[in-house]
């Protein structure tokens, strides 16, 4: 039972780290109805930076604040100079977004070669919990914890400032909200920052759990579809729920049923697709 | 019509003599074009005729390599083994276009991608029957009854032909009632719906022709590179033939041929040079999206168009009465 | 004889009744006009009517069968057909070919996929026969986006009637027209055959005089009054919807 209950917490923190990444997707399709496939990039562009900066002797929580921001930095480049042109055109973003993909991960791997690159989890976390028989590494809990404080602060963000509820109304009126003086597309460059920032985020976190290699950008981009499949596109609700399921079963099916796990959770997928095409908690149309 | 007839006539002599050109090597390649020219414009069919975007394409791919890959070891007749692997791979698109067409343009963007990775997975988890991530090797070689077909030049001619015959019924159907409601349901659906037409038989008919296309293309693959791999079904490789279709023109017939040849052509080149093939890929890919206008086969109709209109403008300067020259000229802009 | 009959219609949206109770007939041969002021439910009315929406209760029927449930495209084989306020052709097609499409469409060979379109002689006939028939013989081959608006406005009538409908939903025909344009488009519908019953959606009030054999006057989704146009043109309650509307109104 014990060894269930590391697996349960281990997908928990995979899960919270998937979490992180597919909210950052949902809700830049929830709000401005932009299907990015780059976004698995933000992801790699952050781990790489953050080891960069960690093997140059900086301090692990620097790293992170600085590849968040640089990413983020990049992500209002990308929106304002690429992106805003096709809004509304799917076919021209999922080109666009798939040259970008290529781009980023052969200059990756020009720069930082091929090989498995490892961040090491910061010092002050280096420790495992005891929780009964079982030592729990500190930093996968510490990772469930950032997920929970993350899904707070959007959940305030969202019903208790002005700013969240703008870009609700945005959402569902975008010509009244323009109306109303404020600048749409501005807000658009935000939320695209933010949702980059959070990939970011989710990659420097995760980067221990996962390691840094060649294919994490896509395999990261899948995961990411999934949860948001399963969840609801445009839902952060839904991704929360989602990943932790998703998380779960991978990392408890990974060690007890090994060949279906994948299986199941793209079956899975498949199934909400048929039954409830908008996910467990997505709007009825999109 | 009679200018078709001509580039027809034309493209069969390219296609016949070009093998003499080139070296063993590049007549390899030229076959491989040809197969992902098939994949391509099975593709480019339903986007560029039905309207329906799919990122999971590559699935029937896939699925036809695989059947003859698995028939194989029980099966040695070609015949028979195509005619499987079209059955199933037109089935299955049967099947699964019943219920995501149901979906809109956007969540049957996704869904495909999601069986398209499904089969991946499945391809890469059931290893006894697979192969598994180690893939599989094809067990038969092409035969029509005369004899094994190993040369490269054989090779390069089966697959030219099958190109020309699934180009011309591909034509076909294009230009065939069904084809036309088809293209009117990319034009405007809810009118098709109020002219009495049931737009959900139209969308899995070309959903099922498009999925029976591929895994033609996928058959032949599996004859050609006696190999096979999940990797055939990743949603990158839908990816792929969905940019070739766009490099060559969305909505044309021969676009799709257009962007195989040059992306495969490129990727080569750009292989020899730097293992950074991608990157120029995407850089390509990224400007094309920027400048935007279409593919190689718009640009191409836009530039004859221009031309025209320049000549037309330029043989108007010598006439006396300019406002007739002008007239002319707003004809040929139009 | 009705030939579209819709009995005590009821449809809402959320918490809104758009539609409440309707019932109007349609009579063989009639020119039937429903006026109303904007946002009174009319276009919502032909929508359900022609089953776009799914009503909530009523039934509609056509020559006494039942269609109330039936799927849009169903119902132009029974004998159905409507235009659009906005609209809603294929612009980027010919006018030829939005023609043939219309024509192709109660023709068996629909399904086909291996013989050219351009090979079946009786479509290639009566699409000629439509193009000479309503003037656009010579414009066959310009693409519908570059038609004039009113020309666009009565190509839309002319497919629904390529359809060989019973009866016929025109939607606001004149919507957005010129005086000339409007001219034309009511010298068309007042020569479209008796065989075809029409159940119109007008707003200008010439237009609506000048062909309606019955009118029903609805308003919040409500039948205020059906009759005939004296009595329509005669009644308080009409009068005082359209003087305080600000809709132009027959004194």
Redesign the interface.
């Known amino acids: 039972m014990s060894s269930f209950f590391f697996l349960l917490l281990t997908g928990l923190a995979y899960g919270m780290v998937y979490f992180m990444i597919a909210a950052g997707l949902t809700i830049i399709l929830g709000v401005m109805n932009v299907?990015n496939l780059a976004h698995g990039s933000f992801y790699i562009i952050a781990a790489y930076l953050a080891f960069t900066l960690v093997s140059n002797e900086v301090n692990f929580w620097l790293a992170l604040v600085v590849a968040v921001l640089c990413t983020a930095a990049l992500g209002i480049l990308m929106e304002k100079f690429?992106i805003k042109?096709?809004y509304g055109k799917?076919?021209?973003q999922?080109?666009?977004t798939?040259?970008?993909?290529?781009?980023?991960?052969?200059?990756a791997?020009?720069i930082w070669g091929p090989t498995l690159k490892n961040l090491a989890v910061p010092a002050v976390l280096n420790f495992s919990i005891p929780l009964g028989n079982i030592a729990f590494p500190a930093y996968r809990l510490f990772i469930v914890l950032v997920g929970c404080a993350i899904a707070v602060l959007l959940w305030y963000f969202e019903t208790r400032t002005r700013a969240g509820a703008i870009i609700r109304a945005g959402v569902d009126d975008r010509e009244m909200v323009s109306a109303l003086g404020i600048n749409v597309g501005r807000v658009f460059t935000y939320v695209f920052a933010f949702g980059a920032g959070l990939a970011a985020a989710s990659g420097v976190l995760g980067a221990p759990l996962t390691g840094i290699y060649t294919g994490l950008d896509?395999e990261v981009l899948?995961t990411s579809?999934?949860v948001?499949?399963i969840g609801g596109?445009g839902s952060w609700k839904g991704s929360l729920i989602s990943a932790l399921i998703v998380g779960v079963i991978q990392t408890v099916g990974s060690a007890w049923f090994p060949?279906?796990s994948?299986?199941i959770i793209?079956?899975l997928?498949?199934l909400i697709?048929?039954i409830r095409?908008?996910g467990l908690f997505g709007r009825e149309?999109? | 019509m009679k200018r078709s007839a001509l580039w027809m006539c034309l493209m069969l002599i390219v296609v016949i003599v070009l093998p003499y050109t080139l070296s063993d090597f590049g007549v390899y390649l030229a076959a491989e074009i040809y197969i992902m020219a098939i994949f391509a414009m099975s593709l480019g069919f339903i986007m560029g005729y039905a309207g329906m975007?799919s990122?999971g394409h590559a699935a029937f791919f896939g699925l036809g390599a695989y059947t003859v890959a698995i028939l194989g070891t029980y099966v040695t007749n070609m015949y028979v083994l195509i005619l499987a692997a079209v059955v199933l791979s037109g089935l299955v698109a049967m099947l699964t276009g019943a219920?995501?067409i149901?979906?809109?343009?956007?969540?049957f963007?996704?869904?495909t991608?999601?069986?398209g990775?499904?089969l991946y997975?499945?391809a890469?988890?059931l290893?006894r029957l697979t192969g598994g991530a180690d893939g599989k090797s094809v067990p038969v070689e092409m035969d029509f009854g005369f004899g094994p077909i190993t040369s490269p030049l054989a090779i390069y001619y089966v697959m030219a032909a099958s190109f020309v015959l699934v180009l011309l019924v591909v034509r076909l159907i294009v230009n065939s009632p069904a084809g036309n409601i088809m293209r009117g349901i990319m034009e405007n659906e809810s009118r098709i719906n109020f002219l009495g037409y049931n737009v959900r038989t139209y969308k899995i008919l070309a959903y099922t022709i498009a999925g029976a296309l591929g895994g033609f293309a996928g058959a032949l693959y599996a004859y050609y590179n006696a190999y096979v791999s999940p990797e055939l079904t990743h949603?990158?490789n839908s990816?792929i033939a969905?940019?070739m279709v766009?490099i060559g023109g969305?909505g044309t017939l021969i676009g799709p041929f257009i962007g195989a040849v040059v992306f495969i052509l490129l990727k080569n080149y750009i292989s020899t040079i730097t293992s950074?093939w991608?990157?120029i890929?995407?850089?390509?890919?990224?400007t094309?999206?920027?400048v935007g206008r279409g593919g190689i086969v718009h640009w191409y109709a836009y530039l004859s168009r221009k031309l025209s209109g320049l000549s037309a403008r330029w043989r108007a300067s010598g006439k006396h009465d300019s406002a007739e020259g002008m007239k002319s000229v707003e004809h040929t802009e139009n | 004889m009705s030939i579209l009959r819709i009995k005590e219609i009821c449809k809402s949206f959320k918490s809104l009744q758009v539609i409440n109770r309707v019932s109007l007939e349609v009579e063989a041969g009639e020119r039937h006009v429903i006026i109303g002021p904007n946002g009174a439910g009319k276009t919502t009315l032909f929508n359900c009517i022609t089953g776009f929406l799914p009503i909530d209760e009523g039934a509609v029927y056509l020559e006494d069968k039942e269609i109330s449930r039936m799927p849009s495209h169903k119902l132009i084989h029974l004998g159905l057909a409507r235009t659009f306020q906005k609209n809603n052709l294929f612009g980027g097609l010919t006018v030829e070919q939005n023609i043939r499409l219309a024509l192709t469409s109660r023709k068996k060979f629909r399904y086909q996929l291996f013989r050219p379109m351009s090979g079946y002689a009786d479509l290639k006939e009566e699409t000629e026969a439509l193009l000479d028939q309503w003037g656009y013989a010579e414009r066959r081959s310009v693409k519908v986006e570059n038609l004039s608006y009113g020309e666009q406005r009565m190509l839309e009538v002319i497919l629904a009637m390529a359809l060989n409908p019973k009866v016929l939903l025109l939607d606001e025909p004149t919507s957005g027209m010129s005086v000339v344009e409007t001219a034309q488009i009511t010298e068309m519908i007042k020569r479209l055959p008796r065989t075809v019953s029409l159940l119109v959606i007008e707003h200008d009030m010439d237009v609506v005089f000048s062909i309606a054999d019955r009118i029903t006057v609805i308003h919040h989704g409500e039948v205020i009054l059906s009759g005939s146009p004296e009595q329509v043109r005669n009644d308080e309650q009409v009068r005082k919807i359209y003087f305080g509307g600000g809709a132009r109104a027959h004194a």
């Not at chain 1, 798939?98 to 200059?107: A, E, K, M, Q």
């Not at chain 2, 149901?102 to 969540?107: A, D, K, L, M």
């Open positions: 299907f690429l042109r096709f799917t076919l021209e999922v080109l666009l798939f040259g970008l993909i290529y781009i980023v991960s052969d200059t791997k020009l896509t899948v579809l999934i948001l499949v596109l060949s279906v994948m299986l793209f079956a997928m498949m697709l048929i095409p908008h149309v999109l | 975007v990122l219920v995501f149901r979906t809109s343009h956007f969540y963007l996704m869904i991608f999601a069986f990775q499904l997975v499945t890469w988890q290893k949603w990158m990816g969905m940019l766009i969305v950074s991608h990157l890929m995407g850089l390509i890919l990224v094309l999206v920027l």
